[in-house]
């Protein structure tokens, strides 16, 4: 019986040899067929990208918040609002899955049913029954959206196996919890918005969570055509399309009918916010505070970030409300001499170093103008004497407020150039706190020359300060500085000698929700008794006696330091003509830097006259410091002195002081009694005068570069070597001059 089965099988493969050869061919085209795919698909495999979770949230804007967490500036019009799984409203991810994938947590992060759905709809669709259906699973779309083009042209086979394995990676490694709240944040809505979220904020002005639900249908049917479905644009088709959204939602029991009712009656134009309110919110928030916002984005790449790769949720110090006022006030014509006249302003708590406001400039009309708040191109004046002079003396010498100075007229060491206080006010003997007090020049430059330039230099480092060049000689009372600069190191001498450097940016939060804080850390920059000897000094200032009696606010106990820059007599400009004007003053809680000028300081005119200097500009100080000082001093408590100074005499305003920390230093040279009829005049500054006995200069507050008329904004800076050429070159000049006053002399 087996043998006769065995023949009749053999009969059959000789009976039929054609059919069993075409079998075996095609089982071998089948398995080379299968094994090219395999190899195929390998090939295309190994050139997936990986795709973090980074990416998967990542938020293609940076965003930057004030201190309340309010929006200050966003970078891009693309605007992304990310909404976490628990504030997700389910009616509407219900709403979402019955429409795009209905079996989304039931499949592998690939849906059969879903391409049978999608070619059943393609046929639907041809015959005018219906909608096309896209065939793509959650994951799927994810992939796409955060990894490869969404253009018809771009859908290759490649891509298509691409997609399939990183759709089945995504499965295995994420929840489906949170590769749903990745999709709602991914998808580009219309309107620059991505998410959900974002375009729920910019057709309502709401959350997820406050749309009804006729608006939750609404956002949930535009996913598939964001464009088509433009409620501004579209009405009547979005229309159309939230009405099926809201008839599958009842269909798979998502909604009930009751809600089903309300929902299809109610407009969809209903709470429409207008076209552009979000840009133009954002846009107004972002010229209200230009300056801050550009200081922090500088503070930010300082920190190491690059924002075109890294987004960042960027969060400041910034005190909108106090920016505000600082806007308003500054803004006033009142507090100007004509149109062109600028300004700059730095306002910074001295006990943090966060910078709570900030006016980079006049007439700002976009976004990124000219931030004059941190240049650091204009020269301070007299502003720098207590930081660069009497700071160091004191801290490094212990130097007393009534310590002696000579106010005579100075020969700088090493030269025979001479320099004189304005209006050739001569002080046989002036102690250094009138000498703050009056702005007296000659004094500070004796005092830097003794200190001597490392030790300066030093001190100007510890509070922020640092300098290419050691500063030596005219610089005594002029140094290039920024508002910035001069409220965090004036902040320090309010904080006791704490110094903090400048703090715009209060915390990073990356696109993994991971944060990066940047807590307040202060370092001693100079003795509690240098600190509070400065201050008692610079009392005196905004009082009768100083340099800027209308500064004073009654109440308030403030010290304060001017600076003025004025011109040379090659310019000729008027003798009450000023280049540069500055205010630095503090309080307890409040340091201040306010300078004001011309953009272009050598064009006819554009100068500030010493009344306006007095009492204009004063004012907008004084304003400002009274409106904080009012809110953060109102206790009008003084400076406590630490038990490291002693009071010598006398009390309030004219109390004198000295430190008992001080630092005995041996071998001061004091600089060389020259012969003034043999002087040379030191033509960097203001215009010459001829007297018969001795040549002289006009010797103003004022620093000694002297801008030419080429000078633009951006350009006034220029390096160490420039300066210096330009300076001898003024020397140089001044030298045929007063070779040409003596002979005609002579020739008297």
């Known amino acids: 019986m087996e043998k006769q089965e065995k023949i009749k099988k053999t009969k059959w493969r000789y009976r039929h040899p054609h059919i069993f050869r075409y079998v075996a061919i095609f089982s071998v085209l089948l398995l080379l067929g299968v094994a090219a795919i395999s190899l195929y698909v390998a090939a295309v495999i190994k050139s997936v990208p990986t795709v973090t979770s980074q990416e998967l949230i990542s938020d293609a804007s940076s965003n930057m918040y004030d201190r309340e967490g309010q929006l200050i500036w966003s970078s891009a019009l693309n605007k992304r609002v990310y909404v976490k799984a628990k504030d997700i409203p389910k009616?509407?991810?219900?709403?979402?899955?019955?429409?795009?994938?209905?079996?989304?947590y039931k499949d592998a992060g690939f849906s059969p049913s879903g391409l049978a759905n999608a070619a059943f709809s393609t046929v639907k669709s041809a015959v005018g029954k219906g909608e096309v259906r896209g065939g793509s699973s959650i994951e799927q779309q994810l992939i796409k959206l955060t990894v490869f083009s969404t253009s018809n042209k771009d859908r290759t086979v490649d891509r298509k196996i691409k997609e399939f394995f990183l759709a089945q990676q995504l499965y295995h490694n994420y929840s489906k919890d949170q590769i749903l709240e990745f999709y709602i944040n991914k998808m580009s809505l219309g309107e620059g918005s991505y998410g959900a979220q974002t375009i729920s904020e910019t057709y309502f002005g709401k959350t997820l969570k406050q749309l009804s639900v006729s608006q939750q249908a609404i956002i949930a049917g535009l996913g598939q055509a964001p464009s088509t479905y433009n409620l501004y644009s579209n009405p009547k088709a979005v229309r159309a399309r939230r009405n099926i959204v809201l008839k599958t939602g009842l269909e798979n029991k998502v909604i009930t009918k009751s809600q089903y009712k309300i929902a299809i009656a109610e407009s969809v134009?209903?709470?429409?916010?207008?076209?552009?309110?979000?840009?133009?919110?954002?846009?107004?928030?972002?010229?209200?505070?230009?300056?801050?916002?550009?200081?922090?984005?500088?503070?930010?790449?300082?920190?190491?970030?690059?924002?075109?790769?890294?987004?960042?949720?960027?969060?400041?110090?910034?005190?909108?409300?106090?920016?505000?006022?600082?806007?308003?006030?500054?803004?006033?014509?009142?507090?100007?001499?004509?149109?062109?006249?600028?300004?700059?302003?730095?306002?910074?708590?001295?006990k943090t170093g966060n910078i709570v406001a900030q006016y980079g400039g006049r007439h700002q009309k976009t976004a990124f103008s000219y931030n004059r708040a941190i240049s650091t191109q204009r020269s301070s004046g007299s502003g720098i004497k207590p930081l660069l002079d009497y700071g160091p003396a004191i801290e490094y010498f212990g130097w007393a407020t009534t310590h002696a100075l000579d106010g005579t007229a100075y020969a700088y060491r090493g030269t025979n150039l001479l320099a004189q206080n304005f209006d050739d006010v001569s002080y046989r003997s002036i102690t250094m706190q009138n000498a703050l007090r009056v702005s007296a020049n000659t004094p500070a430059i004796r005092t830097l020359d003794t200190v001597g330039s490392a030790k300066a230099a030093q001190f100007l480092t510890q509070i922020g300060m640092p300098q290419t060049n050691a500063p030596a000689?005219?610089?005594?009372?002029?140094?290039?500085?920024?508002?910035?600069?001069?409220?965090?190191?004036?902040?320090?001498?309010?904080?006791?000698?704490?110094?903090?450097?400048?703090?715009?940016?209060?915390?990073?939060?990356?696109?993994?929700?991971?944060?990066?804080?940047?807590?307040?850390?202060?370092?001693?920059?100079?003795?509690?008794?240098?600190?509070?000897?400065?201050?008692?000094?610079?009392?005196?200032?905004?009082?009768?006696?100083?340099?800027?009696?209308?500064a004073k606010i009654n109440g308030i106990h403030q010290a304060m330091k001017t600076g003025t820059v004025g011109y040379s007599a090659a310019a000729k400009f008027p003798e009450n003509a000023n280049m540069d004007v500055w205010m630095n003053g503090f309080t307890k809680s409040t340091s201040v830097s306010m300078w004001l000028g011309y953009d272009e300081p050598m064009k006819k005119g554009h100068y500030i006259t010493d009344a306006a200097s007095a009492m204009t500009n004063v004012n907008l100080y004084r304003d400002l410091m009274e409106h904080f000082s009012k809110e953060n001093d109102a206790d009008n408590s003084e400076w406590e002195k630490p038990s490291t100074v002693n009071q010598l005499s006398g009390i309030g305003l004219s109390a004198q002081y000295e430190p008992n920390d001080k630092?005995?230093?041996?071998?001061?040279?004091?600089?060389?009694?020259?012969?003034?009829?043999?002087?040379?005049?030191?033509?960097?500054?203001?215009?010459?005068?001829?007297?018969?006995?001795?040549?002289?200069?006009?010797?103003?507050?004022?620093?000694?570069?002297?801008?030419?008329?080429?000078?633009?904004?951006?350009?006034?800076?220029?390096?160490?070597?420039?300066?210096?050429?330009?300076?001898?070159?003024?020397?140089?000049?001044?030298?045929?001059?007063?070779?040409?006053?003596?002979?005609?002399?002579?020739?008297?």
């Open 473 to 550: 000689g005219s610089q005594a009372i002029g140094l290039d500085v920024s508002t910035e600069r001069m409220a965090t190191a004036y902040g320090a001498v309010s904080n006791g000698g704490t110094y903090h450097a400048a703090r715009y940016v209060t915390s990073l939060k990356f696109s993994d929700n991971s944060v990066k804080k940047y807590d307040v850390i202060g370092k001693r920059a100079m003795k509690a008794s240098t600190a509070f000897i400065l201050t008692s000094m610079m009392e005196g200032v905004p009082n009768a006696g100083g340099t800027a009696p209308n």
């Open 269 to 350: 134009t209903k709470d429409l916010k207008k076209r552009h309110w979000m840009e133009n919110s954002v846009t107004k928030k972002i010229l209200e505070n230009n300056a801050y916002v550009t200081s922090a984005l500088e503070q930010v790449s300082d920190k190491g970030y690059d924002l075109s790769k890294t987004p960042l949720q960027i969060h400041t110090a910034l005190d909108s409300s106090k920016n505000a006022y600082v806007k308003k006030l500054a803004d006033d014509e009142k507090y100007y001499q004509d149109s062109t006249e600028q300004s700059a302003i730095t306002i910074t708590d001295p």
């Open 663 to 748: 630092v005995v230093v041996l071998g001061v040279k004091e600089p060389e009694t020259i012969d003034l009829k043999k002087a040379k005049v030191y033509k960097t500054y203001l215009s010459k005068t001829i007297d018969k006995d001795i040549l002289k200069v006009k010797f103003e507050d004022i620093a000694y570069q002297k801008k030419p008329d080429s000078y633009k904004i951006g350009s006034w800076k220029k390096d160490t070597n420039d300066k210096l050429d330009l300076t001898q070159k003024k020397l140089d000049k001044a030298n045929v001059g007063i070779k040409s006053a003596k002979e005609m002399l002579e020739g008297e």
């Open 91 to 104: 009616i509407y991810s219900d709403l979402l899955l019955s429409t795009e994938d209905q079996t989304f």
